[in-house]
């Protein structure tokens, strides 16, 4: 389901496996599409990285009964901005509009340290179209890495709603320029990071790390 070039909004498509036994989370199940993919560097070095993304179903959706423990799935969907109980900040989640169990060889499924699944040779990717919301910030990080952040503005059309996308970039794509008001289409993976915050709790929030990005020629400022 590309985005038009008319269009602003986020797409999101994830082969994985569901880590563990879905909770119920309003008129929702809340379940984890786990896997194992391979990541290309800013050092042009390749690496397996696991990913663990946080993933949303309607509870009358025709799809639930393929939302099973253990099962590798193919999965659609698009980012859904939704907020912690406990922490009350914001986070990004996967509102799932489809999921399809999918063949795969016995030994591809990954049992972690946590008891639960992970699906080896996965795949992710995240298109996102929205304005930003500033000027991009750039930096130097270990190496003399060239780091690229911008904060995207994505409406979300059926909520009548603006979610805010964290997006980075490293290495020869963090040179782009961005400006406030630009749109700005970025394409990439889901990257969850961790962060404790003063009361001690542990705060997951997730940036698309960019391995595409491409500004608008025109752009749009804001007050």
């Known amino acids: 389901m590309p985005l038009s070039h008319a269009e602003f909004g986020s797409v999101v498509d994830l082969i994985g496996c569901v880590a563990r036994s879905p909770e119920p ?73 489809r999921v399809l169990q999918i063949e795969r060889p016995a030994s591809d499924l990954i049992r972690d340290g946590g008891g639960g699944y992970r699906l080896r040779n996965g795949y992710q990717q995240v298109l996102v179209s929205g304005r930003a919301g500033g000027a991009a910030q750039h930096g130097l990080i270990e190496n003399n890495t060239e780091l690229m952040n911008v904060s995207l503005a994505v409406p979300d059309p059926i909520r009548d709603e603006v979610h805010w996308v964290d997006v980075c970039s490293y290495g020869s794509l963090a040179l782009t320029n961005v400006v406030k008001g630009q749109r700005v289409v970025v394409q990439g993976r889901l990257w969850n990071r961790v962060k404790t915050l003063p009361a001690g709790h542990r705060h997951t929030f997730t940036v698309v790390e960019a391995s595409q990005v491409y500004p608008s020629q025109v752009h749009r400022q804001t007050a």
């Open 25 to 97: 989370r309003g008129d929702c199940l809340a379940f984890v599409v786990a896997g194992e993919e391979l990541v290309r560097f800013s050092d042009g070095n390749v690496r397996e990285m696991a990913f663990y993304q946080r993933c949303l179903i309607d509870r009358n959706s025709p799809d639930v009964g393929s939302v099973l423990k253990g099962a590798a799935v193919a999965a659609t969907g698009r980012l859904w901005q939704t907020r912690n109980s406990m922490t009350q900040k914001c986070r990004v989640e996967v509102k799932v509009s």
